[in-house]
């Protein structure tokens, strides 16, 4: 008897064991357990099956599964029927149901958790009826939450308009998506396992190469211009940025080429770029090209030790004609007038429209001071026969002006200048003759003297005033902005324009403090106009080349700012072209510390001025301004509203805002609207006012 007791007490030693370790994994393991009974009642559920339903045993014990606090979808969403419940089939049929993927509503975080299911049914020896249900579930919601993340991933990578090619880390191509076939013409067939670089062509310079190894070797991510192929054998720029994609272990695993077909911004960017050194009504170089061939062959000029010579034309009576007949006629005119001079001059010379209705013509390597004057008597004998235009008959004659290098200038400015002053003395001669410089034209520079001093003394003397013109929403009317413009009081030629005066300022030095002054007076006006309640987002001042390339212009700015009291997001800053000549990069590194400050940045004159789209990328720039030379005639000037439209297409492009100045009717403004221009500033909406006038009120609808 004593070893059958023994056997007895160790079978039930053992049991006991057994029933401990079950229970232990029972209640510990990660997976949600519940036992149902035939009915589907739920006999016992383990801790992890109270967290996956929200709710304690002692409420989930008793009840069937198929009771209304188990809540459970199907992966659509939609209600899991009773009958289809993994559970009930089990019972049901008497077989395993595995796999069940079904959204079970967590009660105490009011949320569904998706699980997989699996149901057991278990037997009774000699039975044919399961007495119970295994049911396990298996917390799966990390990964549904992954599946749809890497789901949206890839419905946005294969509807993003830009190219994207992944490769492994040797370059081989392993995937594209749709919008790389549909830039490219090329399929996933057509490039899986080629290198990244056959899809390149041999118009990328070597810069090009370099820049992309060096970046394999030591970078983490490039960004430049490549030249692609096209699948029909076309090739194309492209604006790429290539990113590393690196392994768990920090190696390069993955490069991923994201780029965009960039063929409209380099037309746009040519068609700027010619419309930035020539005259769109004419076709011939402007100012600034002018100034750069003139430069040029002076100085090859002073090494040869030849003579060259500058012709300043003006149409006489011009302004009549325009007048009488209108803008069309009188931009046939000036077409005309330029061809008959490009007809006159030589192959070397250069012909430019200077400004409105005066051109200048640049004679190099003359053989002699008479030939000038042999071209102007031509010029002048051209222009008294009878010009048709649109049918009418106009008689115009030219009055012409003749300085000589080196006699009369070293340089291009004083040769023009001086070349200006003597066509003037050829329209007090009765016009239609030409002149030749002579030194009693100096007296000019002894007013321009004059004038530079009075204006050194307009801020101790309280001449300056600073008058204010809106700047509106087309779509909206409402105000969002007003532009501060400078006025001097002189004291004998009374208010004179910012124009008038500027570039004495700039030559000489004194634009430092006269920007200063209208900086910090313009702060202070905004700060006193917010003071009141009037809601204007925008105070608007324009800034000259020569204030950025102080030192000290960003810490100006911020002192200014500090003693107005004005948040710097109130601030914007009107920018020239000219702003940008400097090669030092002094004005970018100034200009991006003020939009760190929160300072808006604008680029005034778009299209007009000499600009760098090199540098509209290294700048945050906000907004740019189309000149009112473009908006005056965009209604009849098939030039001017392409110009227009390639801005304003531009500065969309690039996520920018755009203005428009100059507006002064209601048909100007429509068609900018058109155009998609956003904002206007104009007589339309104000002419410059003092402070206290009510149109903002007016504007802002107070």
């Known amino acids: 008897m004593l070893p059958q007791l023994m056997n007895s007490k160790l079978a039930i030693e053992t049991l006991r064991v057994s029933e401990a370790k079950y229970r232990s994994l029972f209640e510990n393991i990660d997976q949600g357990v519940i036992y149902l009974d035939a009915t589907s009642v739920v006999m016992s559920a383990n801790q992890a099956s109270e967290q996956l339903i929200g709710l304690s045993r002692d409420v989930i014990i008793g009840r069937k599964f198929v009771d209304s606090c188990f809540k459970v979808i199907k992966e659509d969403g939609s209600v899991f029927p009773e009958e289809q419940q993994p559970s009930m089939l089990a019972l049901r049929t008497g077989k395993p149901v595995e796999g069940v993927t079904m959204g079970l509503f967590n009660a105490e975080r009011q949320c569904y958790i998706w699980v997989v299911v699996n149901s057991v049914p278990e037997f009774r020896a000699g039975e044919r009826q399961p007495y119970q249900v295994l049911m396990t579930l298996t917390d799966i919601t990390l990964q549904k939450q992954s599946d749809s993340k890497m789901n949206m991933a890839s419905v946005i990578v294969n509807n993003i308009g830009e190219g994207i090619f992944v490769t492994d880390k040797d370059q081989k191509i392993i995937s594209v998506n749709d919008a790389f076939t549909k830039i490219t013409g090329f399929t996933h067939q057509d490039v899986y396992g080629k290198s990244a670089y056959s899809l390149q062509t041999n118009k990328n310079n070597g810069k090009v190469d370099n820049e992309l190894s060096e970046f394999t070797k030591n970078m983490n991510s490039w960004q430049g211009e490549v030249w692609r192929r096209h699948k029909s054998n076309m090739d194309f720029p492209s604006w790429t940025t290539v990113s590393k994609v690196k392994d768990s272990g920090g190696e390069v695993a993955h490069y991923i080429h994201v780029f965009m077909d960039i063929t409209h911004f380099k037309k746009a960017q040519d068609h700027l770029g010619f419309l930035a050194y020539h005259d769109p009504l004419t076709q011939l170089p402007n100012r600034l090209l002018l100034k750069d061939r003139i430069d040029h062959s002076l100085q090859n000029a002073f090494r040869e030790g030849s003579e060259a010579a500058v012709l300043f034309l003006d149409l006489d009576r011009f302004k009549g004609i325009n007048d009488t007949y209108g803008h069309a006629v009188g931009d046939g005119l000036l077409r005309e007038a330029a061809t008959r001079i490009k007809n006159l001059v030589r192959k070397e010379d250069t012909v430019s429209r200077y400004a409105g209705d005066e051109f200048v013509v640049f004679m190099e390597n003359i053989p ?21 235009i649109k049918g009418y008959r106009l008689k115009i004659s030219i009055s012409v002006g003749i300085s000589l290098f080196p006699q009369d200038g070293r340089d291009t400015e004083t040769l023009i200048k001086n070349a200006d002053a003597a066509m003037y003395r050829a329209k007090k001669e009765g016009r239609n003759n030409f002149q030749y410089y002579s030194l009693e034209l100096t007296t000019e520079a002894f007013e321009k003297m004059s004038m530079e001093s ?14 204010y013109q809106p700047q509106v929403c087309l779509k909206t009317g409402k105000l969002v902005g007003v532009e501060s413009l400078l006025r001097w009081m002189h004291p004998t030629r009374g208010l004179l324009s910012a124009e008038q005066f500027i570039t004495i300022a700039e030559e000489s030095g004194f634009i430092v403090a006269l920007g200063e002054w209208v900086l910090q007076n313009a702060c202070i006006q905004m700060r006193r106009w917010l003071d009141e309640g009037l809601q204007i987002q925008k105070m608007v001042v324009n800034v000259s080349a020569v204030q950025l390339l102080r030192s000290d212009f960003v810490a100006t700015v911020e002192r200014i700012l500090h003693s107005s009291r004005l948040d710097p997001s109130y601030l914007e800053l009107e920018l020239t072209g000219g702003s940008f000549m400097d090669n030092s990069g002094h004005p970018i590194k100034s200009l991006n510390q003020l939009v760190a400050l929160g300072v808006d940045l604008t680029i005034d004159d778009f299209g007009v001025g000499c600009f760098s789209f090199n540098n509209l990328k290294r700048i945050s720039v906000k907004k740019l301004k189309i000149n009112s030379s473009f908006v005056v005639d ?32 209601k048909a100007q403004q429509n068609r900018l609207m058109d155009l998609g221009c956003d904002e206007g500033q104009g007589y339309l909406y104000g002419s410059p006012v003092l402070p206290w006038s009510n149109i903002f009120q007016k504007l802002l609808g107070e």
Do not use: C, W
């Open 634 to 665: 965009v209604l009849n000037n098939a030039n001017d509203e392409d110009i227009t439209r390639a801005v304003i297409a531009l500065g969309h492009g690039l996520h920018l805002r755009v203005i428009a100045m100059g507006i002064e009717s």
């Open 368 to 388: 002699d001071t008479k030939n000038p004057a042999k071209l102007a008597q031509k010029l002048i004998d051209t222009f008294n026969t009878p010009v048709y």
């Open 454 to 467: 009075a204006l050194r003394q307009s801020i101790e003397r309280h001449e300056l005033v600073l008058y």
